[in-house]
T-cell receptor, first 116, second 114 residues
Framework: SAVISQKPSRDICQRGTSLTIQCQVDSQVTMMFWYRQQPGQSLTLIATANQGSEATYESGFVIDKFPISRPNLTFSTLTVSNMSPEDSSIYLC?????????????FGPGTRLTVL | AQKVTQAQTEISVVEKEDVTLDCVYETRDTTYYLFWYKQPPSGELVFLIRRNSFDEQNEISGRYSWNFQKSTSSFNFTITASQVVDSAVYFCALSELHTGKLIFGQGTTLQVKP
């Protein structure tokens, strides 16, 4: 299985500011994803982070609000821009595969964001 | 459209009872993957199982077992002799084969009381 780390693990931010979340994987992976889990809710896919090209966003999510970078096969960042209290959520990155594990999906520990 | 339904929002059992968590899915794909994840109070998402659509064999792993019924589009999860440490939110998910995206159910909160 792939080992995934995220930074920061949690943060408390002020309204109107931005936060960048990092996701690091211990092996090269093709597919990386960013999910959001609002309090008491299920997980919703924000976007697929594509290496070397723009991320693919799901309906309801836009690049201006959630810019994503994927400079290589082991790293990605998600920025939550111009935050409001409604952005308070757990943000999780996930990867598909890793060594010999196609279509298995593993999640990072999550970043717990609170916006005041 | 693809959809996963976990009709049970919350289940409460007493330790050592068996409990089954239901999952029903909808998809037009002929090839797909189904997953179960556990999310304990600490928040991390723990992978439990992946099943591909061509493999309808039931699977057992210790106290956990999974029943995949393609005819009813169900992928139910049973915990035998439940323990307090099983208390968590359990998510069923469906994967789009070619995109890898996961569609999650609403989750079932399981509380196991001592």
């Amino acid at each position: 299985s792939a080992v995934i780390s995220q930074k920061p693990s949690r943060d408390i931010c002020q309204r109107g500011t931005s936060l960048t979340i990092q996701c690091q994987v211990d092996s090269q992976v093709t597919m990386m994803f960013w999910y959001r889990q609002q309090p008491g809710q299920s997980l919703t896919l924000i976007a697929t982070a594509n290496q070397g090209s723009e991320a693919t966003y799901e309906s309801g999510f836009v690049i201006d609000k959630f810019p994503i970078s994927r400079p290589n096969l082991t790293f990605s960042t998600l920025t939550v821009s111009n935050m409001s209290p409604e952005d308070s959520s757990i943000y999780l990155c996930s990867v598909e595969g890793g060594t010999g594990a196609a279509n298995e999906q593993f999640f990072g520990p999550g970043t717990r964001l609170t916006v005041l | 459209a693809q959809k996963v339904t976990q009709a049970q929002t919350e289940i409460s059992v007493v330790e050592k009872e068996d409990v089954t968590l239901d999952c029903v899915y909808e998809t037009r794909d002929t090839t797909y993957y189904l997953f179960w994840y556990k999310q304990p109070p600490s928040g991390e998402l723990v992978f439990l199982i992946r099943r591909n659509s061509f493999d309808e064999q039931n699977e057992i792993s210790g106290r956990y077992s999974w029943n995949f019924q393609k005819s009813t589009s169900s992928f139910n999860f049973t915990i035998t002799a439940s323990q307090v440490v099983d208390s968590a939110v359990y998510f069923c998910a469906l994967s789009e084969l070619h995109t890898g995206k996961l569609i999650f159910g609403q989750g079932t909160t399981l509380q196991v009381k001592p």
